[in-house]
């Protein structure tokens, strides 16, 4: 029910846009993001963004990375730029109701020195 694209290979220092479109029966969303887990490592919170668009960013990411969202697609956007090394992970959507959460399959980003 979570559709992710936009991953892919890019030189550090590159850009990248992954979206993530929820479709079928997810009602009363709260609150949609991003987050990551790099091998060996546990996931974690990229950035999320409320219906209200309030957003919050992982330090690490700040000022390089901006969520966005479109509610009338129940789509949410991540615009990646001056990606580093460290950012490699692949890239797992969150969709936030008042009953569950969704989660999406996962897009790799590989970003290469």
């Known amino acids: 029910q979570l559709v992710e694209s936009g991953g892919g290979l890019v030189q550090a220092g590159g850009s990248l846009r992954l979206s993530c479109a929820a479709s079928?029966?997810?009602?009363?969303?709260?609150?949609m993001g991003w987050y990551r887990q790099a091998p060996g490592k546990q996931r974690e919170l990229v950035a999320t963004i409320t219906r209200g668009s309030s957003t919050n960013y992982a330090d690490s990411v700040k000022g390089r990375f901006t969520i966005s969202s479109d509610n009338a697609k129940n789509t949410v956007y991540l615009q990646m730029n001056s990606l580093k090394p460290e950012d490699t992970a692949a890239y797992y959507c969150n969709v936030r109701t008042i009953l569950k959460d969704y989660w999406g399959r996962g897009t790799q980003v590989t970003v290469s020195s």
């Open positions: 079928g029966r997810i009602f009363s969303i709260s609150t």
